[in-house]
């Protein structure tokens, strides 16, 4: 009795804990964060930074999550980090086209060439996880693509020290398989996707 107890309790402990490192951790989250961080190293001027890093947060996280909120609430997906491979389609999509906007509008506005790249980036990093997800039929975490971009795009701005991020993808990708939403496969391949289609694609456009 005792040990069946105590098993119960540390799969409740472990099972909130991966849950709030996938909320804490979330895509929107790193996304909403990493503009702000890229455009204070290339401009240092406290409105700039402001100016270009809620450009590409709001297009690229802001907006995107409230149509998937939105979708999750209609029942048109399965929650908000939509678990469902096939519910993927359109959040895909909305995400492109909102990226997108905010590309045209960088370049509109001669926005700095790390943003633009950033940009860039994060597009590409959708149309290689729609292309794995529809064209494979394989669902990719997103969780762990867009966590290893940011941190290979973070070690480009300031410095290769930041590689001591690696740890916090790895624990990004023990939620995901503990809370039972992606397989050991498909983090590894997420991170692959995040630091090529978005970390290495940065580098390249610099």
């Keep these: 009795m005792t040990d069946t ?3 119960t309790s540390g ?9 709030l490192v996938t909320e804490i951790l979330a895509p929107w989250v790193w996304v909403l964060c990493l503009p702000l961080a890229v455009a204070w190293r290339a ?3 406290v409105g700039q930074t402001l100016l270009w890093g809620l450009v590409v947060g709001i297009t690229g996280s802001v907006i995107p999550m409230a149509v998937i909120v939105r979708g999750a609430r209609q029942g048109r997906w399965q929650g908000h ?8 389609l359109v959040p895909f999509i909305a995400c492109l086209a909102s990226v997108g906007t905010g590309a045209v509008l960088l370049l509109a506005g001669n926005a700095p060439h ?4 950033l ?3 994060m597009f590409a990093t959708l149309v290689v996880a729609l292309g794995i997800t529809f064209g494979l039929n394989w669902k990719v975490s997103m969780h762990t693509a867009v966590g290893m971009g940011a941190v290979v795009i973070l070690m480009a701005a300031y410095g290769p020290w930041l590689v001591a991020l690696t740890p916090v993808i790895v624990l990004i990708g023990w939620s995901r ?3 039972g939403d992606h397989s050991a496969g498909q983090v590894t391949v997420g991170a692959l996707v995040g630091a ?8 390249a456009l610099l």
Excluded at 81 to 88: I, Q, S
Excluded at 196 to 203: D, Q, T
Aim: aromatic content about 2%; proline content about 0%.
């Design 5 to 7: 107890t105590t098993a």
């Design 11 to 19: 799969d409740v402990v472990e099972n909130r804990l991966a849950r």
């Design 43 to 45: 401009t240092e001027h």
């Design 81 to 88: 980090h939509v678990t469902d491979r096939a519910g993927r």
């Design 114 to 117: 790390q943003m633009i790249a």
């Design 119 to 121: 940009s860039a980036s």
């Design 177 to 179: 398989v503990s809370l």
């Design 196 to 203: 090529v289609a978005g970390g290495l694609l940065y580098v």
